[in-house]
């Protein structure tokens, strides 16, 4: 089987997500939409792969809003629209923080500012723990979605919805591919100043989170594999 993760900025990895599928067999592509050279001016043009090679899709997060069309609407509608056509044509797709976002806006509902950010490693309240358990697992996301017809919320904080699912896909808002080297990615493209303006320290955060690697890869293993039962892909 297939899966294709959608990258869309240069700090972002599969991390134990994309290791996971691996030790479960997957042959795994990766595309990245905004380049590190792009960085800067990320409103690039860019043109999305044939859905249909692939068994999974697996758009990721991005320091973007998955409502900004001003910011990054040369590659964000195409792909809402690609996401759409994804699920539609009955492929799953898991959607990560802001790729949750994007399963949300593509199929009808809404994504915008919330009124509060939620960064750090964070405890979620779920219907359905066999499928996606209370974590904790790690956010860092100023935006927040309102569910499409016909999806399912199983998660949220008091602050925002956390995860749903819309036929065989899943949506999270959460971090499940985060380890340490990719929020090291993170602080240093501009996330330390966020932090810290969150009133947070950036050191213990990192410090938190190479104490949490090892459990927290095992959850997100989990995750995977409840994922894919879900999904008639296990």
């Known amino acids: 089987?297939?899966?294709?993760?959608?990258?869309?900025?240069?700090?972002?990895?599969?991390?134990?997500v994309g290791d996971r599928l691996r030790e479960r067999g997957f042959e795994i592509d990766e595309i990245l939409i905004v380049t590190a050279e792009n960085y800067e001016s990320p409103n690039v043009d860019f043109e999305f792969p044939d859905a249909s090679q692939y068994d999974l899709v697996i758009p990721m997060g991005a320091p973007w809003g998955a409502w900004d069309d001003a910011c990054i609407g040369r590659w964000l509608t195409p792909e809402l629209e690609w996401v759409r056509s994804t699920i539609e044509a009955d492929i799953p797709v898991l959607g990560i923080c802001f790729g949750g976002q994007l399963i949300a806006r593509a199929l009808g509902g809404t994504v915008a500012r919330g009124v509060k950010a939620e960064i750090g490693w964070t405890a979620i309240h779920s219907d359905d723990t066999s499928l996606v358990s209370n974590g904790p697992w790690f956010q860092f996301h100023y935006d927040q979605w309102t569910m499409p017809e016909g999806a399912v919320e199983i998660?949220?904080?008091?602050?925002?919805?956390?995860?749903?699912?819309?036929?065989?896909?899943?949506?999270?808002?959460?971090?499940?591919?985060?380890n340490t080297s990719i929020l090291t990615g993170w602080l240093g493209q501009g996330g330390i100043d966020e932090v810290i303006a969150d009133g947070q320290n950036p050191d213990v955060m990192l410090a938190q989170t190479r104490a949490e690697e090892g459990i927290a890869a095992q959850r997100t293993a989990e995750l995977v594999d409840a994922f894919l039962v879900h999904a008639k892909l296990g």
């Open 1 to 16: 089987m297939r899966a294709l993760f959608v990258q869309h900025d240069h700090v972002t990895a599969s991390g134990p």
């Open 155 to 178: 998660a949220r904080t008091p602050v925002a919805s956390q995860a749903f699912t819309y036929g065989r896909s899943l949506a999270v808002q959460f971090h499940p591919e985060l």
